[in-house]
């Protein structure tokens, strides 16, 4: 199959869209990706990009094709830009795909879901389907984030999803507590909805060198570091429990590092909260076989509480037992799995709680929790077998619009 990947975010930013685009290909399918200039998270063009020069390139036998957008810049207002940007900017850019014959566009439902508007203009003028695989759910996760209450802006916000929605053949969903959300949006009980979570893109190591003081307990925490993922509560229970040697340890960058980072400095926490930033992929197993716990936190709102983040499935694959704060779908998987120690407590005092079980936890609860963890995610989250499933949608979907 000849595949266009729509994704706003793409290679070298860091997002999982990347490892589909590579193994798509590597099954024998010929990938392309529209996209914009890299930027995320810092917000301005990676170096050695800029909107003066042909940014078109081919990274892993897959051509990426960039557009012109604005970086993400600083604030609400220069993000709407760049939201905007990218979706104007890549219809534009496909002017120079037209004679290419794709059979199928896929869309990376990351925030913004704006992001599906260039591929909604393409499928109509090149008359092919459309897949969204639905990450954030949208209008929900806009005004989680924003605290977006004027009506009017809500109002134009559920149109638009609703167009959206309505104009992909196929919706897949990371969690199923999307479905009744983007149900109500298509009307009649429909068949484009179908659950598709996020499979691990890591597998379990064996701790071959020692990366943290042997002498604490740790925790750690993979993944964007954003406002979503509540981490100023992990920051507070590290003060309340810095007596009880306990090192956090914080794998990635975000829109919200520099506050937490802010909050460590105040508190004086550098010795037992370590930021180590960015570390590439194939490293983060041995970061993970480190640890004795991994950390998972969801805001309090409605659209958390439906999420299931990548992160618990790296997680799982590593055999790391969660320690968090989480309701909703999340609670439900690490219950149903018997992988971890969670509160449905969104606050310090809940996750110093479960922590301190952690602590007291004996050897043979705590290594069932790591085995449970792991089994759990080769039977729900396997990569072959989510791939496949996904394959044979893809040829489904072709062969009905032939």
């Not at 990706?33 to 036998?61: C, I, M």
């Not at 979570?197 to 701790?207: C, F, G, I, N, S």
């Not at 936190?297 to 999420?307: E, G, Q, S």
Request: aromatic letters at 10%; a positive charge.
């Amino acid at each position: 199959m000849k595949i266009l990947i729509v994704s706003q975010y793409f290679w070298p930013e860091h997002f999982r869209i990347n490892d589909l685009a590579i193994t798509l290909q590597q099954l024998g399918n010929e990938v392309s990706v529209l996209t914009g200039l890299p930027n995320y998270p810092k917000g301005h063009y990676y170096q050695g990009y800029s909107k003066t020069k042909n940014n078109d390139e081919k990274w892993q036998n897959i051509s990426i094709y960039r557009c012109n957008m604005r970086p993400r810049g600083q604030g609400s207002l220069q993000l709407v830009r760049n939201y905007l940007s990218y979706a104007y900017q890549a219809i534009k850019k496909s002017k120079i795909l037209e004679e290419q014959n794709f059979d199928l566009l896929y869309v990376f439902g990351v925030s913004p879901l704006t992001s599906a508007l260039p591929a909604i203009y393409l499928k109509k003028k090149w008359k092919i389907p459309i897949i969204l695989n639905v990450q954030d759910l949208w209008p929900e996760y806009v005004t989680a984030i924003t605290g977006l209450k004027n009506s009017l802006c809500v109002c134009i916000l559920d149109k638009l999803m609703r167009y959206i929605y309505r104009s992909c053949d196929k919706i897949l969903i990371s969690s199923k507590s999307y479905e009744q959300s983007i149900q109500r949006y298509l009307g009649t009980s429909s068949d484009k909805i179908m659950f598709w979570p996020q499979y691990a893109t890591v597998e379990k190591v064996a701790k071959s060198k020692v990366l943290f003081d042997e002498m604490a307990f740790h925790i750690i925490f993979t993944g964007n570091i954003g406002e979503a993922q509540g981490l100023d509560i992990a920051i507070e229970t590290a003060d309340m429990l810095k007596d009880f040697h306990v090192q956090w340890h914080f794998i990635g960058t975000g829109r919200y590092m520099t506050k937490l980072v802010a909050m460590v400095k105040q508190r004086k926490l550098e010795k037992c909260v370590i930021f180590h930033g960015w570390i590439p992929e194939t490293q983060v197993p041995q970061y993970l076989a480190s640890a004795d716990a991994a950390l998972l936190i969801l805001k309090d709102d409605d659209v958390f509480k439906m999420a299931l983040p990548a992160k618990l499935q790296t997680y799982m694959a590593c055999g790391v037992p969660i320690v968090g704060c989480v309701k909703g779908e999340s609670k439900r998987i690490l219950l149903e799995a018997e992988a971890g120690i969670v509160t449905d407590e969104i606050s310090a005092a809940g996750l110093a709680s479960v922590c301190k079980q952690f602590l007291t936890c004996p050897k043979e609860r705590y290594d069932r929790l790591c085995k449970n963890a792991l089994a759990y995610g080769k039977a729900h989250f396997d990569k072959q077998v989510l791939i496949e499933q996904l394959i044979k949608e893809m040829r489904v979907l072709k062969d009905e619009h032939i």
